[in-house]
């Protein structure tokens, strides 16, 4: 079978399975949002990578016009945190060459810490151009840290919200950096004020999605590393989940119409039901950085349906 073939007849079988027929104008008001989830592609030059990217875009377009848009979990490309700016921007320059060529979705981005430029740039290690008087180091360019990312994908923050119908997305930025090296997952004071107020101001018929590059609760982020510790623990590091998960709960214990949170970074897929939300890890685009499978999970993304009653359903699917 020809691979146009196969995209069609995958598209048409997942389609099917996802998607009831609607028809009449007041169907179309209780038609579900439906849109695809992908995250981690961290897209790098090379055969493996850029067809890989592209492939998952193909398969989305498929399902079009069963799924709407797409969000972008974050880490769009292999790495900007310790890489001078001339292999950042060929990274960029490649994500946006694909994107532009296999995507035809309107798509929301979430910032990954793999996107965040210049972070892990040591001094002793940085270009001539960041040794020659001219600002000294990288942290003094203006594209430092998030600034790029928000600017090259056309963000209009590194966090924000839209509202589609009965729905309302929340895009956050997990990633702050640690002052002693490295970065920890939590969202910092002036987002999570913005968070507080966006909720407030989020009428309580309307339900709410929040996304995440890093999970907000996940049991994958104890399996990362697929092992345990000398003394037997489950380890989560403070990279891997967030670290205010707790503060995070009681604030979504006033808004019971948050139903979801999803996430990627860790590349494994899991869902937690917990007080009431469901929190999903949704694989990587990418899987294992593009050399097979993650443990037991194959690169995926997920289709995620959202319903008027506030009922919704993930999908994972392989678009290999």
């Not at 007849?9 to 439906?34: H, Q």
């Amino acid at each position: 079978m020809k691979r146009k073939t196969f995209l069609k007849t995958t598209a048409v079988a997942l389609g099917g399975s996802l998607l009831p027929a609607w028809s009449s104008a007041e169907d179309e008001k209780k038609k579900p949002i439906r849109f695809a989830h992908i995250t981690d592609i961290h897209v790098k030059p090379g055969i493996v990578p850029e067809t890989g990217m592209a492939k998952a875009l193909q398969h989305v377009q498929q399902l079009h016009p069963q799924v709407d848009f797409i969000i972008n979990g974050g880490d769009s490309i292999m790495d900007a945190l310790e890489v001078d700016k001339q292999k950042t921007q060929i990274q960029w320059d490649l994500f946006h060459t694909i994107l532009k060529k296999e995507n035809n979705l309107p798509i929301y981005h979430c910032i990954g810490n793999h996107d965040v430029w210049g972070w892990f740039i040591k001094e002793n290690l940085a270009p001539d151009s960041y040794r020659d008087g001219q600002g000294g180091k990288p942290k003094d360019d203006r594209l430092y840290g998030k600034t790029w990312v928000v600017e090259t994908l056309e963000m209009r923050n590194r966090f924000y919200s839209f509202t589609k119908g009965k729905w309302h997305f929340i895009i956050l930025d997990s990633t702050q950096m640690n002052p002693v090296g490295g970065y920890i997952a939590f969202i910092d004071p002036e987002q999570l004020q913005w968070l507080q107020e966006d909720l407030l101001a989020t009428p309580k018929d309307q339900f709410v999605c929040i996304v995440s590059h890093i999970p907000i609760l996940s049991i994958c982020a104890a399996l990362f590393f697929d092992r345990t510790e000398a003394n037997g623990d489950l380890k989560i590091q403070r990279n891997l989940m967030h670290t205010d998960f707790l503060a995070l709960k009681k604030i979504f214990f006033h808004y019971p119409n948050i139903k979801l949170c999803l996430s990627g970074h860790i590349h494994l897929q899991d869902e937690l039901d917990y007080l009431g939300i469901k929190y999903y890890c949704n694989g990587a685009v990418s899987g294992n950085w593009w050399k097979g499978a993650f443990q037991e999970f194959a690169p995926a993304y997920a289709v995620v349906e959202l319903s008027q009653d506030g009922s919704f359903k993930r999908t994972m699917v392989s678009y290999e």
